[in-house]
């Protein structure tokens, strides 16, 4: 199994990034799939999920309204979209998969994610 995310980038506060994973050796309707970032010095946390399988989706509250996860089971790719970037969204950003789960629960934790990218970095300037 092997994720690699691409899109990161440096960008002004106010701007937008567009975040891409493709899989290979998995795949992605069939599970939860999510994108998790680390901030320096803090802990991994989780930013947006979707199920693949019905495309219903979950958003930290931080991000919703300016970020939109989306998947093409067709080219077996995870999308984030990011506008209206502040600098507090300053991290690496990570796509994973849960394969126990095919639905996305509220309260997703990266633990519970088994199979991970390499990680992006966004850097937001203000």
């Known amino acids: 199994v092997q994720f690699v995310e691409s899109g990161g980038g440096l960008v002004q506060a106010g701007g937008s990034l567009r975040l891409s994973c493709a899989a290979s050796?998995?795949?992605?309707?069939?599970?939860?799939i999510a994108w998790f970032r680390q901030a320096p010095g803090k802990g991994r946390e989780g930013v947006s999920c979707?199920?693949?399988?019905?495309?219903?989706?979950v958003y930290i509250d931080s991000v919703r309204g300016r970020f939109t996860i989306s998947s093409d089971p067709a080219k077996n790719t995870l999308t984030l979209e990011m506008n209206n970037l502040k600098p507090g969204d300053t991290a690496v950003y990570y796509c994973?998969?849960?394969?126990?789960?095919?639905?996305?629960?509220?309260?997703?934790?990266?633990?519970?994610?088994?199979?991970w990218g390499q990680g992006t970095q966004v850097t937001v300037s203000s």
């Open positions: 994973a998969a849960n394969t126990m789960r095919r639905l996305c629960i509220a309260d997703f934790r990266p633990h519970e994610y088994n199979y």
């Open positions: 050796g998995l795949t992605f309707r069939d599970y939860a």
């Open positions: 979707i199920s693949a399988s019905d495309g219903s989706t």
